[in-house]
């Protein structure tokens, strides 16, 4: 889309002009990514993992470059020596960790108990690291967690909803993602974020329903397929058409079972949170991600996996990043061109690489 240059602005931005309004584009191709992807896997495995980190750098690097706005793409600026320094430490601790916990159970309590306490850290650390590796238009990202509010909405409020037979889960999911976003900053610009906690339980009851109504097709197929595979076995002894044809169909039952209300979920926040996302006088954000359009991608694409043993992984992740491309709307306000780059210091990869090892979740919408 060619970028506007009439002025409709929101509150928030009536001060600046549009400068352009468009969705993100993505240029990514299957066949480029496949040769990568096929590549990086070969030499992790012949150096016995060594290579991985500049299998992550690579990969990282064609994904952000072939993703666009207004004409400019994304830099990764981490380099595969950071990754590697950072991923051996992550492993050493890890290994430490595992040998304690299997030879000295009662210390390998506390220890865990220490990982527990230095998670916020690790998140927050984590989050750094990405954020500062980022760049577009030359100018990085930022990210400004502090320990306390990382202890309290990662440990302390999924804790509590355990009390609360999870009916304060919702409202812990909605904290998390909060605080994930409200701490970026572009350059010297902060992001403001207005989540809603209604948002997410009302999403989570559509969950539900979608999941209830699942099961019991799922269940009157499975009801079928057993009673086919019982005639099957009486009358011909053997193998029949019944008796591949049923389980095959279960299977990719409960496959779309759970990409569907996995697509429903993840599309109502996804949308939510960019629809309440902005750099005031510098960008604002709009998806549209409609869940049975994911719903379909993530059906097909893990079926693609399954039957390709794993071939088709690049054709799925390249199909991903460009229908969440397409369902991503960006408008930037002149205020954009004010916008400076804050020098920062150094910092190490570990805690990223130590998130990826202890299985860590930090990835944002």
């Known amino acids: 889309m060619e970028p506007t240059t009439h002025s409709t602005e929101s509150p928030s931005t009536a001060t600046s002009s549009t400068i352009f309004q468009g969705r993100v584009q993505f240029s990514g191709q299957a066949g480029e990514f496949f040769g990568i992807w096929t590549v990086n896997i070969l030499l992790s495995i012949l150096t016995l993992g060594i290579y991985s980190a500049w299998a992550k750098v690579r990969t990282y690097r064609y994904f952000y470059g072939n993703t666009q706005i207004d004409g400019h793409s994304f830099d990764y600026l981490a380099t595969p020596i950071q990754i590697l320094k950072g991923r051996i430490l992550a492993v050493v601790v890890f290994v430490i960790y595992s040998l304690v916990v299997q030879l000295l159970p009662l210390i390998g309590l506390l220890f865990a108990l ?15 690291f990405n954020m500062r590796m980022t760049r577009h238009r030359n100018v990085r990202f930022a990210f400004s967690g502090n320990y306390g509010d990382a202890f309290v909405n990662f440990v302390l409020l999924p804790i509590a909803s355990v009390f609360t037979l999870y009916l304060l889960l919702p409202y812990a999911l909605k904290r998390m993602d ?77 496959i779309a079972f759970l990409t569907l209300i996995s697509a429903v979920y993840q599309s109502i926040i996804r949308n939510h949170i960019f629809n309440s996302s902005e750099f005031s006088d510098v960008t604002s954000f709009k998806s549209d991600l409609k869940a049975a359009d994911y719903a379909m991608l993530l059906f097909t694409n893990t079926l693609a996996i399954i039957f390709s043993l794993g071939m088709a992984y690049p054709w799925a992740k390249i199909r991903k990043a460009r229908l969440l491309a397409k369902a991503t709307e960006v408008t930037i306000y002149s205020g954009a061109l004010s916008i400076i780059d804050t020098a920062q210091q150094e910092q190490s990869s570990f805690a990223e690489e130590a998130a990826n090892v202890f299985d860590i979740d930090i990835s944002l919408t």
């Open 178 to 254: 909060q605080y994930l976003h409200e701490n970026i900053s572009y350059g010297n610009k902060a992001i403001n974020v207005n989540l809603k906690g209604e948002t997410y339980y009302m999403a989570t009851l559509i969950t539900i329903g979608v999941a209830i109504a699942g099961l019991v097709i799922f269940g009157i197929f499975a009801g079928l397929s057993g009673v086919a595979m019982s005639v099957g076995n009486v009358d011909a002894k053997s193998l029949s058409i019944s008796t591949i044809f049923f389980p095959l169909l279960i299977m990719a039952l409960y």
């Open 114 to 128: 220490g990982f527990l306490l230095a998670m916020p850290w690790i998140i927050n650390q984590g989050l750094r």
